[in-house]
């Protein structure tokens, strides 16, 4: 009997960590776009976010939850790099939301594995991919495409940001899988030092690109009524909602199969644009929307064939244990991606 307890209580726990997983996924895009929307200081924002997550992992760390490595300058120059390249990318991915919908985010955000496979088999030497990975890859790119032909919200500065953002995010990702794979760090610790040393990079670009002298300017014509519930709710929920998606995805990733967890991917991502269009017009027009659900399900066809080509045989089966924690590495970074701005 208690067996049988114990086993719908494993049950209902999967069931809470895959739908809050799925919830935090698929609201994410969207309230940092409301987020940006009430409160437009992009470097300020994601600071704010990186302090959320750094200071989360330290605390759940001392209270036991968690573990993760000590933070090392040694560890630090190391990691640097990486760090500069994902603030990059996070910081481009801001002031695409800033100036653009969601859809258009997901859409440029859908071609990165087109740049990925043609990066990691032109520097990392990796084989070429499968015929049905480069026909999934050739859809995502044809709804992109047409995505932006049928774009009624085009303009010059939007799509200026989605490019330096496809481009960052491309050499984010193919940088990031070299790290995780010499550095070291248990998973948890790679999630502290990106963020922490993200959040040290904050003032730098707070300077270059002016936004300390739009926030004192604001403060200065706000001197009574400078504080917005609204501004302070939406900001509140995208730092939340970044800490919790990195907690749900690493739970549900251990909770569920590799195959059941892309499949919650690919729902999240789905859920992200009906949620959109029903709440707000920020959305692409009809044209768009079609040209949208064309990436998607060439994303569906690309983590098919990428799920079916990671099965290894027998004698690389001790290889394939020893990299899961690698695997997770990679997945909370990508977490972390999607969480921020």
Known sequence: ??????????????????????????????????????????????????????????????????????????????FLPAAFVFYLAIFTNTNLLKHANVDTFIVFRSLTPLLVAIADTAFRKQPCPSRLTFLSL???????????????????????????????????????????TNLGLNTWGFVLYNNLLSLMMAPFFWFITGEYSEIFSEMQLRTEDWFQFDAFVAVSASCVFGLLISFFGFAARRAISATAFTVTGVVNKFLTVAINVMIWDKHANTAGLVGLIFTLVGGVLYQQSVTKSVSVPVHTATKAIGSD?????ELLVEEKRESTV
């Open 1 to 78: 009997m208690s067996s049988l307890e114990d086993s719908k209580q494993s049950a209902f726990t999967t069931t809470g960590l895959v739908i809050g997983y799925a919830l935090c996924s698929s609201l994410l895009a969207i309230i940092n776009k409301y987020a940006i929307t009430k409160f437009a200081y992009p470097a300020l924002l994601t600071a704010l976010q990186y302090l959320t997550s750094a200071l989360g992992v330290w605390v759940l760390g001392k209270l036991g939850f968690l573990c993760h490595d000590a933070f090392t300058l040694q560890n630090a120059k190391k």
């Open 138 to 180: 050739f859809i995502i790119l044809g709804g992109a495409v047409g995505y932006v032909l049928t774009d009624s919200g085009f303009t010059l500065t939007a799509y200026s940001w989605a490019f330096a953002y496809l481009v960052t995010i491309t050499t984010e990702m193919v940088y990031i899988k070299h790290i995780v």
């Open 325 to 329: 924690e690698e695997d997770e590495k």
